[in-house]
């Protein structure tokens, strides 16, 4: 999530032309009135990022064309204090978000007038929400779709199945030569495995897809295995490790990924230091659940 404590921090959004996304979006101050057709629009709102990747509402911030356009004059602290904004939206959606964060953001040095940041977690344990209309909602691009029934029913999921991803950390920024050798000193890479679901993660497997182009190293957490039917792109050695528990702990969402993260190296021949771009595919897998990224 953007880091929005700050006047300053909010209209760098503007300077800097952040446009609306699936997890950003600016309401003007117009949009926040004592109405209950405009406490369900907010509830919608923040139902409907919950319901998809989570992200952040800019109360306060007036948009064209999916653009920022400065920021208005704000809310009076005294009318629409953020707590304020909590309550309507936790009365007005079922059930109630977890970790749901207000951000009263001054306007001026007396803090009277203030912009409210929503920040809205994704979905898990409790999901789908409903809007007090009795709709399930999710964001789109730059607008709020009404979930059908497979939808709801694939949200609902989240509540029992484990949502994987792997994050990666280069062991040194820096890449070495020896005197008078052609191919790099080993760089350790770091392969993390997190779970965003409340439910854990007893079996998993990582498919790891290195570019031709570099040198594997050994000993390895990996071991080879053949090319996925899902990755029809340019050729790449691949990669398997199974995460089996036990004997293995099972991969907690509170878990710290270091704990059960895995580690191979890799080399890099001189001549495509500076003129080749690397590719790595990762795949992590476990039952009911799938996730495929691309780095470079």
């Not at 190293?217 to 990669?239: C, H, N, Q, Y």
């Not at 080399?267 to 659940?289: D, V």
């Amino acid at each position: 999530m953007l880091k929005l404590d700050t006047r300053a921090d909010l209209e760098a959004l503007h300077t800097g032309s952040i446009q609306e996304s699936l997890t950003l979006e600016y309401k003007a101050s117009g949009a926040v009135e004592k109405t209950e057709a405009k406490k369900m629009e907010i509830a919608k709102d923040v139902s409907a990022l919950a319901n998809a990747a989570g992200g952040q509402i800019v109360y306060g911030m007036t948009e064209q064309n999916h653009l920022p356009a400065g920021l208005d004059a704000g809310f009076d602290r005294s009318q629409f204090p953020g707590i304020w904004f909590e309550q309507v939206i936790q009365q007005n959606v079922s059930p109630q978000i977890d970790g749901l964060r207000i951000n009263e953001v001054p306007l001026d040095p007396t803090r009277r007038r203030i912009a409210v940041v929503v920040t809205v977690p994704a979905a898990q344990g409790r999901a789908p929400h409903q809007a007090k209309d009795g709709r399930y909602y999710r964001r789109h691009n730059f607008s709020n779709l009404i979930l059908n029934d497979s939808e709801v029913r694939d949200t609902m999921r989240r509540a029992t199945t484990p949502e994987l991803f792997v994050a990666l950390r280069l062991g040194s920024p820096k890449v070495e030569f020896a005197p008078q050798t052609e191919i790099s000193k080993p760089i350790g890479l770091r392969v993390l495995i997190e779970n965003r679901s409340p439910q854990p993660a007893y079996h998993a497997i990582v498919l790891i897809g290195l570019d031709t182009g570099l040198i594997l190293g050994s000993p390895t957490d990996f071991g080879p295995t053949g090319a996925p039917p899902s990755d029809p792109g340019p050729e790449k050695f691949w990669l398997v490790r199974k995460l089996l528990s036990p004997p293995r702990q099972p991969i907690f969402q509170e878990a710290d990924p270091e704990l059960s993260g895995l580690s191979f190296t890799f080399a890099i021949r001189s001549e495509h230091l500076h003129s080749t771009l690397f590719r790595l595919t990762t795949i992590i897998q476990t039952p009911g659940y799938c996730a495929t990224e691309k780095w470079i």
